[in-house]
């Protein structure tokens, strides 16, 4: 089983759609968790770290569900810009090691 | 946004050259990284500094050889490549370990010939 998993997509969601990506992971004593975008050929910008009780920030909500080891990323009202590949992060406890998924890709059409 | 700088952005090199690449960050932070990102991977994590000091060495081949003069530069010393390390090779730096969210350079995407 891979350490993070994500559904690769892609999702082709029409503009003001909402759309949800979940991500797995399975070392269970993971502390920090982020969501990352990535546009094509550059690098991985923040997104926003997923708190324990879920946070949101504009239009994107975070959620962790530590029973069933995954975290998901909610975008509502989507916008042409948010069209990118989401990569799920994953830090062990304690350590400097980042787990990175795949990413999921989102396209959003007009 | 200038955070972590990167150079060059885009290298070419033959399999008996040597090249390095270089990072930078402007953030005050303790720790760096070097990632390799290769098409349809996720980003596999090379090296870790913290406070200039090599915490973690992902079991990397030695024609990689990275560098950390001080907390807010560091290299990454390039030989006899193969054309398989053909990749985007980003910089990432962090306040410190664990909770703390990584900031990423634009990468230096790399070709080997």
């Known amino acids: 089983r891979k350490e993070v998993e994500q559904d690769p997509g892609p999702f082709n969601v029409p503009e003001g759609a909402t759309v949800a990506f979940n991500c797995t992971y399975s070392?269970?004593?993971?502390?920090?968790f982020f969501w990352y975008r990535q546009d094509c050929r550059k690098e991985p910008k923040l997104l926003m770290s997923?708190?324990?009780s879920g946070n949101e920030d504009g239009r994107f909500t975070a959620q962790l569900n530590r029973a069933s080891q995954y975290i998901s990323l909610l975008i509502r009202d989507s916008k042409l810009s948010d069209s990118a590949t989401y990569l799920c992060?994953?830090?062990?406890?304690?350590?400097?090691?980042?787990?990175f998924g795949t990413g999921t890709r989102l396209k959003v059409l007009a | 946004e200038t955070g972590v700088t990167q150079t060059p952005r885009h290298l070419v090199m033959g399999m008996t050259n040597k090249k390095s690449l270089k990072c930078e960050q402007h953030?005050?932070?303790?720790?760096m990284y070097w990632y390799k990102q290769s098409a349809k991977k996720p980003l596999e994590l090379m090296f870790v500094?913290?406070?200039?000091?090599?915490?973690e060495n992902n079991s990397v081949p030695s024609r990689f050889s990275p560098e950390c003069p001080n907390s807010s530069h560091l290299f990454l010393h390039l030989h006899t490549l193969q054309p398989e390390d053909s990749a985007l090779y980003l910089c990432?730096?962090?306040?410190?370990?664990?909770?703390?969210?990584?900031?990423f350079g634009p990468g230096t995407r790399l070709t080997v010939t």
């Open positions: 990432a730096s962090s306040q410190d370990q664990g909770d703390y969210e990584q900031y």
């Open positions: 070392n269970s004593a993971s502390q920090s």
């Open positions: 997923v708190y324990s």
């Open positions: 992060v994953v830090n062990e406890a304690g350590t400097y090691k980042y787990i």
């Open positions: 953030l005050g932070h303790n720790a």
């Open positions: 500094y913290n406070f200039k000091e090599q915490t």
